[in-house]
C-alpha cells in the first residue's frame, strides 16, 4: 500500500514562503500524475498544482507565479513551494498520487498538513 507523508506546513505571515513535502513510501517513478490539493474551511476542494511524468506542470491561476511543483525522485517526494503568501492560502493541504496497473486507475492520498498566513 503506497503511503504519503506530508510535511511542511505551519504559520506564517503574509508575503511570508513555505515549502511543503510529500514523501512517498515507493518510488514515484511509478505515479504518471502527482500533485497538491487544499481545502479552506467551509470551501471546496481544490486543486493547487500538479506534475506529470514528463515534468509538465500544471497551477491554478490564484497561485500562478507565486507556487512551484516540483519532484525529485531520488528522495520520492514531491515539494510544493510557496511565496509570497497571501491570508487566502489559508488551508489545509493534501498531496495526491495516481497510477495505473494492470489497467486500473488508483488515487492516493496525503493525511493532510495545515499552512495559515497570517499576521
Known amino acids: 500500500q503506497v503511503q504519503l507523508v506530508e510535511s511542511g506546513g505551519g504559520l506564517v505571515q503574509p508575503g511570508g514562503s513555505l515549502r511543503l513535502s510529500c514523501a512517498a513510501s515507493?518510488?514515484?517513478?511509478?505515479?504518471?500524475?502527482m500533485g497538491w490539493y487544499r481545502q479552506a474551511q467551509g470551501k471546496q476542494r481544490e486543486l493547487v498544482a500538479s506534475?506529470?511524468?514528463?515534468?509538465?506542470?500544471n497551477y491554478a491561476d490564484s497561485v500562478k507565479g507565486r507556487f512551484t511543483i516540483s519532484t525529485d525522485n531520488t528522495k520520492n517526494t514531491v515539494y510544493l513551494q510557496m511565496n509570497s503568501l497571501k491570508p487566502e492560502d489559508t488551508a489545509v493541504y493534501y498531496c495526491?498520487?495516481?497510477?495505473?496497473?494492470?489497467?486500473?486507475?488508483?488515487?492516493?492520498w496525503g493525511q493532510g498538513t495545515q499552512v495559515t498566513v497570517s499576521s
Open positions: 506534475i506529470v511524468r514528463g515534468g509538465s506542470t
Open positions: 495526491y498520487a495516481g497510477r495505473v496497473v494492470m489497467g486500473i486507475h488508483s488515487t492516493y
Open positions: 515507493g518510488s514515484i517513478s511509478s505515479f504518471y500524475t
